[in-house]
């Protein structure tokens, strides 16, 4: 009995490194500096999430407890994103309406990585384009910085070639693409990586929501 409750266990820590070396090797995506993670808390656990403190859409200061008892779903970029942010919001648009009631008990948040542009005010109006559940959260570079550390995101500005040299130019935030499934208590359960079928997303939260 016992031993066999040790070798779940085992299964269960090998498991979770899997799962976190999958996240790490999809961050990782192009991008070499990405800092490697492989350790797993004390209790098994990734190590991926944790407290945070933001800003929401009507300026309002929120932290990870006011989420506490709700799935999340979160997802990083920023409004001024060419391709891959309005990409993803729109599945996560579509994943919610694939899950019906199941729905109310996923809040999906979407955390900007460009604190510099991103006011709340634009933040708000900007996921209101996709669906009235999504939050936008944004904050101060610090805020973010700690968000983005604490799911290991990286992020880094970018001016694109043919801005270098004006005086204010546009630039862009490259960034990781993943969207995060936590726990009510905050813990994380899964990733998607970009391009998960709206339909995929949404049978895999369906399996794990109860
Ligand atoms: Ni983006």
Known sequence: MKSALKAGLSALVVGVIVVVGAAVYFMQDDRSSMPTVTQTGQSGKALIGGPFELVDGSGRTVTDKDFRGKYLLVFFGFTHCPDVCPTA??????????????ADKVQPLFISVDPERDTPELMGEYVAQFHPRIMGLTGSPDQ?????KAYRVYYKKSIPEEEIGKEDPFYVMDHSAITY???????????????????????????VVQ
Not at 93 to 98: I, M, N, S
Not at 144 to 148: E, L, T, Y
């Open 181 to 207: 499934l936590m726990s009510p208590d905050g813990d994380f359960l899964k990733h998607f990586s970009h391009g998960t079928a709206p339909d995929e997303m949404a049978a895999a939260i369906r399996d």
């Open 89 to 102: 919001l729109s599945e996560i648009a579509l994943t919610l309406d694939a899950l019906g009631e199941v």
């Open 144 to 148: 973010v910085a700690d968000v983005a």
